[in-house]
């Protein structure tokens, strides 16, 4: 998951996200903190957030490698038809433009958007969103150092 991002960041993100779910303000101020050239927490939540959120519909209308380009075809035309698709967009293009200039309670409110996100398009129930996180921080692991998957 989030092949496109820095582990880094996928660890900032999932650790921001993490601390929203536990209310831990402490971890949550701290993890807002960035340099001028680092990328913001919000930011990165809402790319997160967005990769989740492509994966998660992708799979929902059986998109994945071995389908025949007819079957691609009519599989990503039944996804983009669809109002939770749109809608799915909708929310990540408003994070996408809310995330740069965010102030605290926003990125709060950011993150608790991806989280409900999850909640509700993976059909996961909310004591599953911490193991999640903690799988994707655990498989991102590998990757710092240029090692792994």
């Excluded at 998951?1 to 993100?13: E, F, K, S, V």
């Excluded at 999640?132 to 998957?149: D, V, Y």
């Amino acid at each position: 998951m989030a092949d496109t991002m820095a582990p880094d960041d996928i660890l900032r993100a999932c650790g921001y996200l993490e601390a929203v779910w536990r209310e831990d303000t402490a971890s949550m101020a701290a993890l807002l903190e960035h340099g001028p050239a680092e990328t913001s927490t919000p930011v990165l939540v809402t790319r997160l957030g967005d990769d989740i959120m492509q994966r998660l519909l992708t799979g929902r209308f059986g998109i994945h490698d071995g389908l025949s380009p007819q079957e691609l075809q009519d599989a990503a035309e039944a996804m983009h038809a669809d109002p939770a698709v749109r809608v799915s967009k909708l929310l990540i293009d408003t994070l996408t433009n809310i995330a740069p200039t965010a102030s605290p309670a926003q990125s709060e409110a950011i993150a608790r958007a991806v989280l409900s996100y999850i909640i509700l398009i993976g059909d996961a129930p909310p004591e599953a969103l911490l193991p999640l996180l903690a799988h994707l921080r655990e498989s991102t692991l590998p990757r710092i150092g240029g090692t792994g998957p």
